[in-house]
């Protein structure tokens, strides 16, 4: 753990029931998802959309409401993140997007299956690193069929960076900080990632929320 980057929230570990629901609910929708991106994108680590009204009654989203109450955080959405076994090697330092122009602050994740091997790594640099540029795409709603624009920052082809300031191996689940440059290896994991993430609807600096996972003995 280091509180200017990752700060693992162990409670939130998927317990047999959460991984016995998924399937049953959940880890379909994730997995015909990810086919269609994979067929589409190539092996990588991105987002894909599954309808929010999965997440409805699921222990594990229950457990992570319950956590967002407890730092009294209000929930936006749940997202989910998938990668291929293997990816990385090629995958660039970036920033997570809130909104157009806006970076992401803080993102709490809960990954399910694809985390041994995985490595986390910062930079002490932000959106406005010149090595960043922004990202306009589309992605898929299966909900209404149709893609919509998204955005975020990436690194620019051909950027030279420097080593990380600081990196994880086999990250569980955590809150990360994701407004400065990060990326995720996957290059040591033998299993699909498939990563829950939840996002908040009002953002705190960074600092305001390492207090409130102090003040309730997380770190």
């Known amino acids: 753990m280091h509180k200017d980057y990752h700060i693992p929230i162990p409670s939130l570990l998927p317990?047999?029931?959460d991984y016995a629901q998924a399937e049953e609910f959940i880890l379909p929708a994730i997995r015909k998802e990810a086919e269609r991106f994979f067929k589409e994108n190539g092996p990588k680590f991105d987002k894909v959309n599954i309808d929010q009204n999965l997440f409805e009654n699921w222990s594990l989203a229950n457990?992570?409401?319950a956590h967002f109450k407890e730092l009294d955080l209000e929930l936006r959405r749940f997202c989910v993140f998938v990668g291929a076994a293997g990816f990385g090697s090629n995958a660039s330092p970036h920033v997570d997007a809130w909104a157009n122009d806006i970076p992401m602050i803080s993102r709490l994740n809960v990954p399910l299956f694809g985390y041994k091997g995985a490595e986390l790594m910062w930079w002490?640099?932000?959106?406005?690193?010149l090595r960043i540029e922004v990202r306009r795409f589309h992605l898929y709603d299966p909900v209404t069929g149709e893609?919509?624009?998204?955005?975020?920052?990436?690194?620019?082809?051909g950027?030279?960076?420097?080593?990380p300031a600081f990196s994880v191996k086999d990250p569980g689940p955590c809150w990360n900080h994701v407004e400065l440059c990060h990326k995720l290896s996957l290059v040591g994991t033998t299993e699909m990632r498939v990563n829950i993430t939840a996002e908040l609807k009002t953002q705190i600096p960074?600092?305001?929320?390492?207090q409130r996972l102090?003040?309730?003995g997380y770190c």
């Open 15 to 17: 317990t047999p029931e």
């Open 63 to 65: 457990r992570i409401r």
């Open 124 to 129: 002490n640099t932000y959106a406005d690193d």
């Open 147 to 157: 893609e919509y624009n998204a955005f975020s920052y990436l690194s620019k082809s």
């Open 159 to 163: 950027q030279t960076w420097e080593a």
């Open 206 to 210: 960074w600092v305001d929320l390492v």
């Open 214 to 216: 102090e003040a309730n």
